[in-house]
C-alpha cells in the first residue's frame, strides 16, 4: 500500500510542479516570448522571405565587341529567359566591372570582337561569364543562362552545317545524346523547400533553449541567496521535478510543433510529402531529447544573458552539422562528433528525409534511434543536475536554520 502511495504523491507532485511551471511560463515575458511568439512568428518570416523559391531577372551588363547578328541573337535569347535581364549595354570591360561593383548588376557577358568569325570559319567561338560570387543563386542564374543559350545555339549551327534533309535527322543531329533532367524531392529546384525544413526544426530547439534557460536565469537573479529548486515537498524528487517541469514544456511544444511541420510548409506550398504518422513518431523523441537537453543547459545559466548569447552563437554552426547545407560527407569527424551532442543534427537529417523524400520510419532508423538514445542520457543527466541543486538547497536551509538557531540562543544570553 505504501509503494501506491509514494507512486501517488509522485505524480501529485510532478503535476503541482508542471502547474507552477506553466505559470512562470505565462508570467515571464522573455520566456512567453521565445515559447511562443518566434516559434509562431519566425517560420511566417522566413517563409515569405523565401516564398519566391528561386530568383528571377538577376540583372546583367553585356559587353559586345562582335556587333553581329550572332551576337545579337545570343543577347536576346538570354534576356527572353526567366532568369536573367540584360540591363545594360558596356562599351569595354572596365565599365562592366565598375557597374558590379556599384552593385548595379550581378554579373557580365563578354562577347567577343572574332565571335561571328570564329563560326563562319567552322571554329569554336567562346562568351567569357563574369559573376558576382557573393551570392551563389544570382550566380547560378546567370551562369546556367548562358549555358543554355550556348548549348541551344550551337545545337542549331550545328544542324544548319550537318547538310540533313528531314526534321527529325536535324534533331538526331542537333543533339544526337539527348537527356530528360527530372529534379527529385525538390521538383521547383527552390531554396524555401531546400532550406526550410531544417530552419523549422532549428526553431524548435533553440526556442525550447533558450525559454528554458530564460526561466531558470530569471530564478537564479530573482534568489540570488537561495538555490533555484524551492524547499517543499513537492520538489523533493528529482524525478517528479525533471518530470514535471518536462510535461509542461512538451505541452506547449506538442501544438507548436504540429503548426511548424505540419502547417507551415503547407501553407506557402513547400514540399510536403512525409505522413504525419510517421512525423508524429518521429518528433516525439526529438521533442523530449531537446526539453531534457535545454534543462540541463539552463543549469549552467546564471544569468539571463546567457543563455541568448550561447544559443545565438551557435545557430549558424549547427545548421551546417546537420549536413544540410554542407555535405555530411565532407564535414571532419572530430565535427560529426560535436554535432552528435545536439538534437537538432538528426532531428533535421530525419525530418528532411521523412518531409521531402517520403521516407518511412523504418528509413530513418539511425536519426530516430539516435534521438531515443539523447533522450534518455539527457534526462539522466538533468535527473543527476536537478538532484545535485536538491542538495545544494538542503544544505542552505540547514545553514539558514542553524543561522537563526545561533542568533536566538546570542539573544537569550545576552537578555
Not at 106 to 113: D, E, H, Q, T
Not at 125 to 143: E, P, Q, R, W
Not at 381 to 407: D, G, N, S, W
Request: some cysteine; overall charge neutral.
Amino acid at each position: 500500500m505504501s509503494i501506491f502511495r509514494r507512486v501517488k504523491e509522485s505524480i501529485e507532485d510532478a503535476c503541482y510542479i508542471w502547474k507552477e511551471e506553466m505559470k512562470l511560463v505565462i508570467k515571464d515575458e522573455g520566456v512567453l516570448i521565445f515559447f511562443i511568439l518566434v516559434p509562431l512568428l519566425y517560420p511566417l518570416l522566413y517563409s515569405w522571405i523565401y516564398n519566391n523559391e528561386v530568383v528571377r531577372e538577376v540583372p546583367v551588363v553585356v559587353v559586345d565587341e562582335s556587333h553581329s547578328s550572332l551576337s545579337r541573337e545570343f543577347i536576346r535569347h538570354c534576356d527572353a529567359s526567366p532568369d536573367v535581364r540584360i540591363a545594360y549595354y558596356a562599351d569595354d570591360l572596365d565599365e562592366a566591372k565598375m557597374l558590379v561593383s556599384r552593385q548595379v548588376v550581378k554579373g557580365v557577358y563578354l562577347i567577343p570582337s572574332d565571335f561571328d568569325t570564329r563560326i563562319n570559319r567552322l571554329e569554336q567561338a567562346t562568351v567569357g561569364v563574369y559573376c558576382d560570387m557573393s551570392l551563389m543563386m544570382a550566380y547560378k542564374a546567370i551562369f546556367q543562362t548562358a549555358q543554355s543559350v550556348t548549348m541551344d545555339m550551337g545545337a542549331k549551327i550545328k544542324t544548319k552545317l550537318s547538310g540533313l534533309y528531314t526534321a527529325r535527322e536535324e534533331q538526331i543531329g542537333g543533339r544526337p545524346l539527348d537527356f530528360d533532367e527530372v529534379a527529385i524531392f525538390n521538383p521547383t529546384g527552390g531554396y524555401g523547400s531546400f532550406i526550410l525544413p531544417a530552419v523549422l526544426m532549428l526553431i524548435i530547439q533553440q526556442t525550447l533553449v533558450l525559454g528554458i534557460g530564460l526561466a531558470a536565469g530569471t530564478a537564479r537573479e530573482d534568489n540570488r541567496f537561495k538555490n533555484l529548486i524551492p524547499v517543499s515537498r513537492h520538489y523533493h524528487g528529482m524525478f517528479r521535478i525533471v518530470a514535471g517541469k518536462a510535461m509542461a514544456y512538451f505541452m506547449i511544444y506538442a501544438v507548436l510543433s504540429a503548426y511548424l511541420l505540419l502547417i507551415v510548409p503547407r501553407m506557402f506550398s513547400f514540399t510536403a510529402i512525409g505522413q504525419w504518422q510517421t512525423l508524429l513518431a518521429f518528433i516525439l523523441p526529438y521533442l523530449l531529447s531537446c526539453i531534457f537537453f535545454g534543462m540541463v543547459v539552463s543549469c549552467l545559466v546564471r544569468y539571463r544573458e546567457n543563455v541568448m548569447l550561447l544559443m545565438v552563437f551557435v545557430t549558424l554552426p549547427l545548421l551546417f552539422l546537420s549536413g544540410i547545407s554542407w555535405p555530411q560527407t565532407s564535414i571532419p569527424p572530430f565535427w560529426q562528433a560535436i554535432g552528435c551532442l545536439f538534437p537538432s543534427t538528426f532531428g533535421i537529417r530525419g525530418f528532411v528525409r521523412i518531409n521531402e523524400m517520403g521516407a518511412t520510419l523504418s528509413e530513418v532508423q539511425t536519426e530516430y534511434h539516435m534521438l531515443w538514445i539523447q533522450t534518455a542520457v539527457y534526462f539522466i543527466i538533468a535527473c543527476l543536475v536537478y538532484r545535485y541543486q536538491i542538495h545544494l538547497a538542503h544544505e542552505k536551509v540547514r545553514e539558514e536554520v542553524a543561522e537563526k538557531k545561533r542568533k536566538l540562543l546570542t539573544n537569550t544570553a545576552s537578555t
